[in-house]
């Protein structure tokens, strides 16, 4: 990588890190909210659900803002965002104020991942899976130092708040250096040719489609006009999309991978606390549950740079997927099963070989789709990820109160495997296209 594009991918990933740092605070401090409150799981699990899936829904705008107005711009709005929202929760005195501003969280989340992808899909012309791998590690990062961050707000403040207003301090410093730091091609954000652009975007958009609409007459008299007509569908065959099967069931499975993600790190801290005996005993048992959910989820970092690096040396990084599901699913079904160190092996496994699978699956995203589109795609591809995928939270919350956090991980077990099949679907179909053309047609008569 060239000296700019390492640059742009620390600021990338930096972003990354803190998304999900904002985003994992609320599995880290789960225990401890629902005890303040007096809520039960399933009430907690409807409030991360609202926040997730605003986490993915404001995927699809911010990726086509990201297409228009800019990736910089775009990711410096989303950090700004993140950090004032999350001092907000921090400050929340009710449940209904918290649910409100960690929906407000989750909306500013929702931005990084569009925006951080298509900066680093766009703009790294070598190494490009190196540079998705050094993203995935950084989210990995904040993935597995928040629980240590909220464990110790915990233990020195007494209250789950100080890691929110810790985490949106620090949102603040690093919203600065980004604000200020340029990158080659890319605007910097200029609030006030921001607020102008919404206008520009619509004029453009129906000049284009002016210049697309076709005057056809519904019926032709003669083979003259017959053939004329003929011309203008020729004309438009060079206007064709065209979608690849492969990319469908890639989204396929960003659904049923983003229900192992969120349903898995929601839960981790409380399947340790409820299995784990010197978890269990000790006097400040949600403070360790925060330690060692940081140090199983380490080894995603090992994961996450590795998934980034194969997708550079191997020819066929279709398979790599099936790979990864190949393991995760039996070890889902072993964590429903075991208990003590035998427990923590297996969650180290897990986290050691899921965590290949995001820098994956965004390398194959980007390959297909085009590069004018890279943030709709990923835009799509994160809604279904964090947004539909954040049903696991009321869904596991569920079943967490009726039949125990252990259950809950047998049933994501099986939607590993189906996540299997769609990989394997991928593989299969990768040749395969969807061809088709959008036309606006006014009738003559």
Not at 6 to 11: A, E, G, S, V
Request: proline share 3%; aromatic share 14%; with cysteine.
């Amino acid at each position: 990588m060239t000296g700019e594009e390492r640059k742009l991918t620390w600021l990338a990933g930096f972003s990354h890190f803190i998304t999900h740092g904002y985003m994992t605070l609320l599995p880290a401090a789960l225990v401890v909210i629902t005890a303040e409150h007096s809520i039960s799981f399933m009430d907690i699990g409807i409030i991360a659900n609202i926040g997730y899936f605003l986490y993915g829904l404001g995927s699809f705008p911010a990726g086509y803002l990201s297409d228009k107005l800019g990736s910089k711009r775009m990711l410096t709005v989303g950090v700004f965002g993140m950090a004032i929202s999350s001092i907000l929760v921090g400050f929340s005195r009710s449940m209904t104020g918290f649910a409100i501003t960690y929906a407000l969280l989750g909306t500013f989340a929702s931005i990084h991942h569009p925006a951080g992808l298509s900066l680093i899909a766009r703009r790294v012309e070598l190494n490009k899976g190196k540079a998705l791998g050094i993203h995935g590690v950084m989210g990995n990062a904040g993935l597995f130092l928040t629980p240590l961050i909220a464990g110790l707000g915990i233990m020195y403040f007494q209250s789950w708040r100080a890691a929110y207003v810790i985490y949106g301090v620090a949102g603040l410093f690093f919203g600065i250096i980004l604000y200020f730091s340029r990158v080659e091609q890319e605007k910097d954000l200029c609030w006030r040719e921001v607020l102008a652009l919404p206008g520009q975007i619509f004029k453009a958009e129906s000049s284009r489609l002016s210049a697309q609409t076709k005057l056809m007459p519904l019926r032709y008299k003669n083979s003259e006009q017959g053939q004329a007509a003929g011309q203008t569908d020729q004309s438009t065959q060079d206007k064709v999309n065209i979608l690849p099967v492969s990319l469908l069931l890639l989204y396929a499975g960003s659904i049923l991978s983003g229900f192992i993600f969120r349903g898995s790190l929601t839960f981790f801290p409380a399947l340790l606390k409820q299995e784990v005996h010197f978890i269990t005993s000790h006097d400040e048992p949600v403070v360790i549950a925060g330690y060692v959910t940081s140090a199983v989820l380490s080894m995603g970092l090992i994961g996450s740079w590795f998934g980034g690096y194969i997708n550079d040396k191997i020819k066929r990084p279709e398979l790599f997927p099936l790979n990864i599901f190949a393991i995760v699913a039996p070890a889902l079904y072993l964590l429903s099963h075991f208990t003590d160190s035998w427990l923590l092996a297996t969650a180290c496994v897990f986290s050691l070989v899921y965590y290949a699978w995001q820098p994956s699956h965004n390398y194959l995203i980007a390959k297909y789709t085009r590069k004018a589109s890279h943030g709709m795609g990923f835009g799509i591809n994160f809604f279904l990820i964090f947004g539909v995928g954040s049903i696991a939270t009321t869904i596991g919350g569920y079943v967490a109160d009726d039949y125990g956090v252990d259950y809950f991980y047998m049933i994501m077990a099986f939607v590993a495997i189906a996540a299997l099949l769609a990989g394997f679907g991928v593989w299969m179909v990768r040749h395969h296209s969807i061809r088709f053309a959008w036309r606006v047609v006014k009738d003559s008569n």
